[in-house]
C-alpha cells in the first residue's frame, strides 16, 4: 500500500485552457474526495465518491469543474475554461469506510495548478 | 465570519517548549473534531480525534474540546524540531461521512 497518489503533481497553463488531474486511491478504500487548498487556507470540501457514486457536491464546484470515478478505483477532475482564480493546490483523499468513527480520509500530495 | 477560525501564526517556539493551538467554531451542530498535520508540501495527515467535549491524551499530544465555549485545542509537551508544521483543525456534524470544514491552518516552527 502506496498510499493515495495523484498525478501530475504540479500544472501550469495558461487561462482559458482545460485540465485534468488523477487521484489513485488507497487500494479497497470505497470512498474518495477531492478538496481545494489555496496559500494560507485550509482544505475546502469540492465532491465526494462512495464507489462510482458521486455523492455531493459543494457550491464551490461551478459547471466548470466535473468529477468523474468511472470504476469505483481512480478518479479525475476537470477543470474547463481555465481561470487564474482557480490556482491552487488539488487534494484527494480516500477512505475506507469501515462504519466506526473517525472514517479517517487519508490524503495524497496534491496537484499544484498555476494559471497564468 | 467563517465557520472555523484558526490563526494562522507562525507560532515559532524552542525545542522543549509546550505549545497550545486553537480553533473556535461557530456550527454549535459540530459533534466530531479532529487536528491535523500538514508539513510543506505534503498533503494532511489525522493527528487526533475527539467527540464531543472533553479531553484525550495521545502521548505528547492532548486535544480538548468545549462545547460550551465553541473552543478546541491542541496541546503539544516537550516539542520537537520535528514537529515543524501546519496544524489543521477540522470538524464535522456526523461520524458516519460528513463533509469535514477545515480551520486554516497554524504554522509552527519548533527550533532547535
Known amino acids: 500500500d502506496t498510499g493515495v497518489s495523484q498525478n501530475p503533481r504540479h500544472k501550469i497553463t495558461k487561462r482559458g485552457q482545460n485540465v485534468t488531474f488523477r487521484c489513485d486511491p488507497i487500494?479497497?478504500?470505497?470512498?474518495l474526495y477531492w478538496y481545494r487548498q489555496t496559500l494560507g487556507q485550509g482544505p475546502e470540501f469540492l465532491t465526494y465518491?462512495?464507489?462510482?457514486?458521486?455523492?455531493?457536491k459543494s457550491r464551490l464546484l461551478s459547471d466548470r469543474f466535473s468529477a468523474e470515478r468511472p470504476k469505483g478505483s481512480f478518479s479525475t477532475l476537470e477543470i474547463q475554461r481555465t481561470e487564474q482564480g482557480d490556482s491552487a493546490m488539488y487534494l484527494c483523499?480516500?477512505?475506507?469506510?469501515?462504519?466506526?468513527?473517525?472514517?479517517?480520509?487519508?490524503f495524497g500530495p496534491g496537484t499544484r495548478l498555476t494559471v497564468l | 465570519q467563517k465557520e472555523v477560525e484558526q490563526d494562522p501564526g507562525p507560532l515559532s517556539v524552542p525545542e522543549g517548549a509546550i505549545v497550545s493551538l486553537n480553533c473556535t467554531y461557530s456550527n454549535s451542530a459540530f459533534q466530531y473534531f479532529m487536528w491535523y498535520r500538514q508539513y510543506s508540501r505534503k498533503g494532511p495527515e489525522l493527528l487526533m480525534y475527539?467527540?464531543?467535549?472533553g479531553n484525550k491524551e495521545d502521548g505528547r499530544f492532548t486535544a480538548q474540546v468545549d462545547k460550551s465555549s465553541k473552543y478546541i485545542s491542541l496541546f503539544i509537551r516537550d516539542s520537537q524540531p520535528s514537529d515543524s508544521a501546519t496544524y489543521l483543525c477540522a470538524m464535522s456534524e456526523s461520524g458516519g461521512y460528513s463533509t469535514l470544514t477545515f480551520g486554516k491552518g497554524t504554522m509552527l516552527l519548533v527550533s532547535p
Open positions: 483523499a480516500s477512505s475506507a469506510a469501515t462504519g466506526s468513527w473517525p472514517d479517517t480520509q487519508y
Open positions: 475527539t467527540y464531543s467535549s
Open positions: 465518491f462512495q464507489n462510482e457514486a458521486q455523492l455531493e
Open positions: 487500494s479497497e478504500h470505497n470512498r
